[in-house]
């Protein structure tokens, strides 16, 4: 049935917003037309029409979405060498060494996160296995990138003792290692959006580190109809989207349907965890006057929100650190701009309420918090503000808004709810278990409006859905993890199973 246009959904059980409309728990089905729900009654009510989809008392909820994903960096994982299990800087080199190279004689490898590790990347350590091959691991957090002599060289970059670059130097390092033939590019994004229809998604906003609008342009041309996008402009761009009059929510230019719209600015404010850059009102351990870095003064921040507000962008500003969070929040203040803040992962008592006062919405990755419980209670074990804070955000009544940063985690919502709701992974105990949010939130937090304005199943809703094969509101936290996705449906059209 891909591709097929939906008209009738029979037996299923509605799990997701919506339900408390509802007059019973037991199956209901739905009449679907234009792309929207236009009834809802008990099995057995309605008279079938068009297509028929038989959900065979399967459980519904809205289309999930994931709000932050770098949507080409997470199609070419599976063409990289995977480092997210190494544990010392040694071991990372000796894998590359024995790497293949790609088409353009480069070794790349990705997902390394070297907060813990005895001992430092160094260039001297890589280039001795190495040699001339230009090797590239890539962190996890994408805010460095560990380099041998020869990709420096490759590069025009001046090599450092480290063999580290961080932060800006690291992203147009990404950029250039991610930028390839488009046909090449455009079937990798497509593969990932089929992947992500597998486990519910109908939506996701992208924020690659690129000029985004052409790209875009591009595969809608060529027929990408799999999820709804929404793409961000980041600042070194902001004056070419205002001249070429980009405002959020509009439909890509060239396009065929609605599904791929205009996003937000994106800024990225200060640094991560991982790297010891994220902006923080502490310095790090051993480290004194190391703060971690605003790579946009709030002055700057000011101006650019200002700009993009004045001209229909909406703002997704990173900020990690709590002094970031501050800035970042201020900004929002000042300016008046809507949006979110991306990651909010150390967060001040006091700026945790500002977040439902400014109508600022968290988006943020549940999974961060568990790759990360490690470093976070050894690196920020003396900061003050609370590290990733979602019930805090969510008793507060700040919108929460889930997402896996892909490739810094994998891009699966249900992965996400877990991590939120249980606050654990692969056996271990919970960590820090008062920050859980129940499921409900959680299932909200992943709907295309949030945690505080969920897609919900009702007439007149989108009819972009999901029929999964359990009851996620009764699933513990490896059910949940592993939630059989039976059918996806964007605007009614069938993308995944069924």
């Known amino acids: ?151 420096f060289r490759r590069e025009g970059f001046e090599p450092a003792a480290s063999g580290v670059v961080v932060e800006e130097d690291a992203f147009e390092i990404s950029r250039r290692v991610n930028a390839g033939a488009p046909d090449a590019a455009d079937r990798a994004v497509e593969r990932m ?3 992500a229809a597998a486990r519910g998604i109908v939506g996701l906003v992208d924020l690659d580190m690129t000029w985004n609008d052409e790209p875009w342009q591009r595969r809608v041309v060529r027929g990408f109809d799999t999820v709804r996008v929404s793409y961000g402009t980041y600042p070194q761009d902001l004056d070419r989207a205002i001249a070429e009059g980009l405002r959020t929510g509009d439909p890509v230019r060239g396009a065929t349907n609605d599904l791929v719209r205009v996003g937000p600015l994106k800024a990225i404010t200060d640094g991560s965890l991982g790297t010891r850059t994220a902006a923080c009102a502490h310095h790090y351990p051993g480290e004194v006057g190391n703060h971690g870095l605003l790579t946009v003064p709030p002055e700057q921040l000011v101006d650019l929100m200002t700009r993009a507000t004045a001209a229909g962008l909406e703002c997704a500003i990173h900020a990690i650190g709590d002094l970031a969070n501050a800035h970042a929040l201020d900004a929002y203040a000042r300016t008046g701009a809507v949006g979110t803040i991306e990651h909010a992962q150390l967060v001040a008592h006091a700026d945790i309420p500002r977040f439902a006062r400014l109508g600022v919405a968290a988006s943020v990755q549940p999974e961060h918090a568990l790759d990360d419980r490690d470093m976070t209670d050894a690196i920020w074990a003396e900061q003050s503000a609370q590290p990733y804070p979602l019930r805090a955000l969510a008793d507060s009544g700040a919108n929460l808004r889930f997402g896996s940063d892909a490739p810094v985690a994998p891009l699966d919502p249900w992965a996400a709810m877990a991590s939120a709701v249980f606050r654990t992974r692969d056996g271990r105990e919970a960590w820090q278990p008062h920050q859980r949010v129940d499921i409900d939130t959680a299932i909200a937090a992943s709907t295309a409006g949030g945690s505080t304005a969920p897609a919900e199943i009702s007439p007149g809703a989108l009819a972009d859905l999901v029929i999964v094969g359990a009851d996620p509101r009764t699933a513990d936290e490896r059910g949940l993890r592993a939630m059989p996705v039976r059918a996806t449906l964007v605007a009614g059209r069938v993308t995944h199973g069924a």
């Open 1 to 151: 049935m891909i591709g097929e246009q939906v008209g009738f959904v029979r037996a299923v059980r509605v799990a997701g917003p919506g339900r408390e409309f509802l007059p019973t728990p037991e199956p209901v089905d739905l009449v679907l037309a234009g792309g929207l729900i236009v009834d809802i009654a008990p099995t057995g009510n309605l008279r079938p029409t068009g297509v028929v989809l038989d959900g065979e008392g399967g459980w519904l909820l809205p289309g999930l979405w994931d709000h932050h994903v770098h949507a080409l960096q997470w199609a070419l994982v599976a063409d990289r060498v995977p480092l997210g299990e190494v544990s010392t800087a040694r071991e990372a080199a000796a894998i590359m060494a024995l790497a293949p190279t790609d088409d353009e004689g480069r070794r790349i490898g990705a997902g390394f996160r070297d907060g813990l590790w005895p001992d430092a990347p160094s260039l001297d350590l890589l280039d001795g296995v190495t040699g001339e091959v230009p090797t590239y691991l890539i962190n996890a957090d994408v805010h460095s990138v560990w380099m041998n002599s020869a990709a």
């Open 193 to 195: 959006a089929r992947a």
